[in-house]
């Protein structure tokens, strides 16, 4: 009874943006690297054994039960050892972060440069570098007006 009137706001005219590069074949590139990547197929393998541990019935006998918590954490640890790359990534900071993180405050300049040698260790996110370039080499190729794929792994 006093409620107030409302207004519609019409529809935005707008068109869809066009990647310069086909997703799916950057999608699979990315599933092919991964694929025949060693290290991917143990995570698998490591991942593939806790998922089993989740739906398993557990023993009530304490030294059956000691010995498979002991696998489940061999499982973790072995996926935390593969996670991590052989040789680190190249990271930086950007020019202009540096008056933000390489500061007075030396704890945070500490915490912002393990962050960074954190980072250029993890294999997933050299595997998102790689997907990246993936599309730029793409999107280049396309503009080269090129046909094939080009693989970049």
Known sequence: ????????????????WQPGFSLQTVENLGKARIANDSVFRLIKI?????????DKE???EINQ????????????????????LDK???VSFLPQDQDRYISADKDKTD?????????????YVDQAVKVINDMVTQQ??????????????
């Open 65 to 84: 039960f000691k010995k498979e918590q002991k696998i489940t954490r061999d499982a973790v640890k072995k996926i935390e050892s593969l996670i991590k």
């Open 1 to 16: 009874p006093n409620a107030l009137p409302y207004d519609e706001i019409n529809k935005a005219n707008y068109t869809m």
């Open 140 to 153: 280049n190729l396309a503009k080269a007006g090129a046909t094939t794929p080009a693989k970049t792994f």
């Open 46 to 54: 490591q991942t593939d054994i806790l998922a089993r541990q989740d």
């Open 88 to 90: 680190n990534m190249q």
């Open 111 to 123: 915490r912002y440069k393990q962050w960074l040698n954190n980072v250029g260790k993890d294999l």
């Open 58 to 60: 557990y023993p009530l």
